[in-house]
């Protein structure tokens, strides 16, 4: 199987849920083809690449499809359930890099001081304690625990810095749901994700959506916040060399607090999953 | 800042006390474009976690292991670098010869052309300055004035990507800041009409 074949195999966001109006349409991309979408009498949307009716579901807030008419089971995300929870898509940003390299930057939190500085970190708070990564028993996701970092202003709802625990999923090679502290809820969990469009190997579309326990912010100041933090990732992620992610261990030296990446990236290569991913020493 | 000679996309820094450095621009760690990053004392932090690097591009300091050493073997790729005739000079041979720029010369501006090296040369030695001189040139990517022994004019070209120049243009040191002001829009003069013959397709 080829890693287009394999990715083929998966769903992808493209659209908002709700936010094509019926017989609306939106020409995009993905893994390489152009589709096109059309918003539908009862409020849903038809996807069609080339003539060919393509599948669609909806699922936290966005429309999903998948240029295989028996794709994979879409992962789940427990708390999308959890109905005292504010449910935000952030919009789309066009990203010039890998869709590996988005879930890679996502899942990084040693780059918080010097790209989101004195928002999710500062300087001299820089250090990354060891944390714990697994793949679950059946293979299917890298899980990332235990990790801790100082954040100044960890979400739009923290009033002050605070020490944030950190629980990452990858359930697909270009999801990736986070867990974090909730500053007004310390008991609970707010969930960030990242859903990510490959429009093809070196450019996608990244669509963050959140689960969250804020009930003070304003939609746009939540949507805000989550895009002025990823327009700075954005100019890391466009300033890397090369552009898909590099799978050889020898091209990009990790340290201990990369562990993560480390992880995805064996993941990726096991799983076949390198679509967007450099397999040879360039 | 970030320099680019052809594909070879090069990051050159100078540290607080002065020295210069020129490596591929690009961090070791994560590929991150070294050009981003920001100088602190004599070493260049890479902007994406903060890695330091020395003058030598040996990694001194990684900030999410404040209390690690890291190994030597973490170090960016270096070129030679040097700085000569108000210029900085980039190598990515480790051999290459010392440049051979007047001494007395100060820097005027760069100036980018859309256009090949040849169209350039063609254009500067094609207007005159405006105190009449004509400009010789000296191989393909640079030309000069010379009046009874004295220069006046030193340009030297850089190729970014195929269609793309810069001309590094510089004065002799008895230009006045008149002259100045003329030959920076003599420079303009020169890059009008070297885009408007890449536009038509030959000098006319």
């Known amino acids: 199987m080829t890693p287009l074949?394999?990715?083929?195999?998966d769903w992808y966001p493209v659209e908002i849920a709700g936010a094509l109006a019926a017989g609306q349409t939106k020409a995009t991309r993905l893994l390489g083809q152009d589709i096109v979408l059309t918003g539908t009498a009862d409020g849903s949307v038809t996807v069609t690449a080339g003539g060919e009716d393509w599948p669609v579901c909806v699922a936290f807030d966005h429309v999903w499809t998948s240029p295989s008419q028996t794709p994979r089971p879409l992962f789940e995300i427990p708390e999308a359930q959890e109905k005292e929870r504010r449910f935000v898509p952030c919009g789309v940003v066009r990203v010039k890099c890998s869709p590996l390299r988005a879930v890679e930057n996502f899942l990084d939190i040693a780059h918080f001081p010097f790209v989101h500085t004195d928002i999710l970190g500062s300087e001299p708070y820089t250090e990354v304690e060891p944390y714990k990564v697994d793949i679950t028993d059946d293979g299917a996701e890298v899980i990332a625990t235990k990790v801790k970092f100082f954040q100044p202003?960890?979400?739009?709802?923290?009033?002050?810095?605070?020490?944030?625990?950190?629980?990452?999923?990858v359930p697909a090679p270009m999801v990736s749901i986070l867990y974090k502290t909730c500053p007004p809820k310390p008991d609970a969990q707010d969930v960030i994700t990242l859903f990510v469009?490959?429009?093809?190997?070196?450019?996608?579309?990244?669509?963050?959506?959140?689960?969250?326990?804020?009930y003070d912010s304003t939609m746009p100041e939540l949507i805000q916040f989550q895009q002025?933090?990823?327009?700075?990732?954005?100019?890391?992620l466009e300033n890397q060399k090369p552009r898909k992610l590099p799978l050889d261990p020898k091209m990009e030296i990790p340290t201990r607090a990369d562990l993560t990446s480390v992880a995805y990236r064996r993941w990726l290569k096991r799983n076949g999953a390198t679509y967007g991913a450099l397999t040879d020493a360039a | 800042m970030r320099a680019q000679i052809g594909a070879a996309d090069i990051a050159?820094?100078?540290?607080r006390s002065g020295k210069l450095a020129?490596?591929?621009?690009?961090?070791?760690?994560?590929?991150?474009?070294?050009?981003?990053?920001?100088?602190?004392?004599?070493a260049l932090a890479c902007l994406y976690h903060g890695w330091h690097y020395n003058g030598a591009g040996i990694c001194t300091y990684i900030p999410a292991h404040p209390d690690l050493e890291p190994p030597e073997t973490i170090c960016t790729n270096a070129h030679a670098v040097a700085e000569q005739g108000g210029v900085i000079w980039v190598?990515?041979?480790?051999d290459a010869p010392a440049m051979a720029m007047p001494g007395n010369v100060h820097p005027v501006r760069s100036l980018t052309f859309d256009c090949s090296p040849e169209r350039v040369c063609d254009a500067m030695t094609t207007l005159p300055l405006p105190n009449g001189e004509t400009v010789a040139q000296d191989g393909a990517m640079a030309l000069h004035t010379e009046t009874a022994g004295k220069t006046g004019l030193v340009v030297v070209l850089q190729q970014p990507a195929p269609s793309e120049v810069t001309a590094h243009i510089l004065a002799g040191a008895d230009a006045t800041a008149q002259?100045?002001?003329?030959?920076?829009?003599?420079?303009?003069?020169v890059r009008r009409l070297a885009e408007r013959e890449g536009q038509d397709g030959g000098i006319t």
């Open chain 1, 228 to 236: 002025m933090i990823f327009l700075q990732d954005r100019s890391i």
């Open chain 1, 153 to 169: 202003q960890a979400a739009k709802s923290a009033g002050g810095g605070i020490v944030t625990d950190y629980v990452y999923r």
């Open chain 2, 91 to 94: 190598s990515t041979a480790s």
């Open chain 2, 22 to 42: 020129a490596w591929e621009n690009r961090c070791p760690h994560r590929g991150m474009r070294l050009s981003h990053g920001f100088v602190r004392g004599e």
């Open chain 2, 12 to 15: 050159v820094w100078r540290s």
């Open chain 2, 179 to 189: 002259d100045l002001v003329a030959i920076s829009r003599w420079a303009e003069a």
């Open chain 1, 5 to 9: 074949e394999r990715a083929r195999e």
């Open chain 1, 197 to 214: 469009q490959p429009l093809d190997e070196e450019t996608c579309d990244v669509w963050p959506w959140m689960a969250l326990y804020d």
